[in-house]
C-alpha cells in the first residue's frame, strides 16, 4: 500500500513542499528557506496558496527542471 500512495504522491498535480522537495531530492528545510518572502536566493517556481496551504505546480517544476 506504501508503493501505491508514493506512486499517486509523484502524479498529483499539486504537491505538498515536503512532496515537492522531495521529487526534487533536496529537504524541506532548503525549499520552505528558497520559498520565504525575503529570501536571498529564491526558487525559480513560485508556489500556490490555496488557503492557508502552499502548493507546488507539478508540471512547473517539470518545466523548471528540463530548463536546467
Known amino acids: 500500500m506504501k508503493d501505491m500512495n508514493q506512486d499517486y504522491r509523484l502524479f498529483c498535480r499539486f504537491m505538498s ?5 522531495e521529487y526534487l531530492s533536496i529537504s524541506p528545510r532548503t525549499l520552505y528557506n528558497r520559498i ?3 529570501a536571498k536566493n529564491p526558487f525559480p517556481v513560485r508556489p ?3 488557503g492557508k ?3 507546488f505546480d507539478r508540471t512547473q517544476l517539470d518545466d523548471w527542471i528540463d530548463s536546467l
Open 48 to 50: 500556490k496558496r490555496i
Open 53 to 55: 496551504l502552499v502548493r
Open 36 to 38: 520565504a518572502p525575503k
Open 17 to 21: 513542499v515536503e512532496e515537492a522537495a
